[in-house]
């Protein structure tokens, strides 16, 4: 049996949605201080709703395959919706992660909350600090893939 899911490999080796958004709406950048891993998101939105949405990962095959299964959840749905993305959600939606590889997974639910919190500052929008639990600076404390 392999180590991975033939999604996570279809995902390593085909990632949707990379590159970047001339002028995005939102734009969120986390990282990983133990292995390196860098993940950066950009939103494009439209009434409420990510239109598109683009990544960059610096960082292993379950990075790459992470950010690119988080971008392909969150594309065409409202901002409100794409905020209830979870790492598990993505590690499901991947047929499952090495436990020693979760944090990839808990990176990508935390570049789409940044890139989300982002767009409400850039525009104003007010938000309750509750709705971004996950910030970039203590990635590195849930490796578990648990929550804070």
């Given at each position: 049996?392999?180590?991975?899911?033939?999604?996570?490999?279809?995902?390593?080796?085909?990632?949707?949605?990379?590159?970047?958004?001339e002028?995005p709406d939102g734009?969120?950048?986390?990282?990983?201080?133990?292995?390196?891993d860098?993940?950066?998101?950009?939103?494009?939105?439209k009434?409420?709703?990510?239109?598109?949405?683009?990544?960059?990962?610096?960082?292993?095959?379950?990075?790459?395959?992470?950010?690119?299964?988080?971008?392909?959840?969150?594309?065409?749905k409202?901002?409100?919706?794409?905020?209830?993305?979870t790492?598990?959600?993505?590690?499901?939606?991947?047929?499952?992660?090495p436990?020693?590889?979760?944090?990839?997974?808990?990176l990508?639910?935390?570049?789409?909350?940044?890139?989300?919190?982002d767009?409400?500052?850039?525009?104003?929008?007010?938000?309750?600090?509750?709705?971004?639990?996950a910030?970039?600076?203590?990635?590195?404390?849930?490796?578990?893939?648990?929550?804070?």
């Open positions: 049996m392999s180590l991975y899911s033939e999604k996570v490999m279809d995902h390593f080796r085909n990632p949707r949605n990379v590159g970047v958004i002028n734009v969120g950048e986390v990282g990983n201080a133990k292995c390196g860098i993940m950066k998101m950009y939103i494009k939105v009434d409420g709703v990510i239109e598109d949405v683009k990544f960059e990962t610096f960082g292993c095959g379950s990075a790459i395959a992470s950010s690119s299964m988080a971008t392909e959840m969150i594309k065409g409202p901002i409100a919706e794409a905020l209830q993305l790492n598990k959600a993505v590690t499901e939606a991947l047929d499952g992660l436990a020693y590889k979760l944090h990839c997974s808990v990508a639910e935390q570049a789409v909350q940044a890139a989300i919190r767009y409400y500052e850039k525009n104003h929008i007010p938000y309750d600090e509750a709705m971004f639990p910030c970039s600076h203590c990635a590195h404390e849930h490796e578990d893939g648990g929550e804070e």
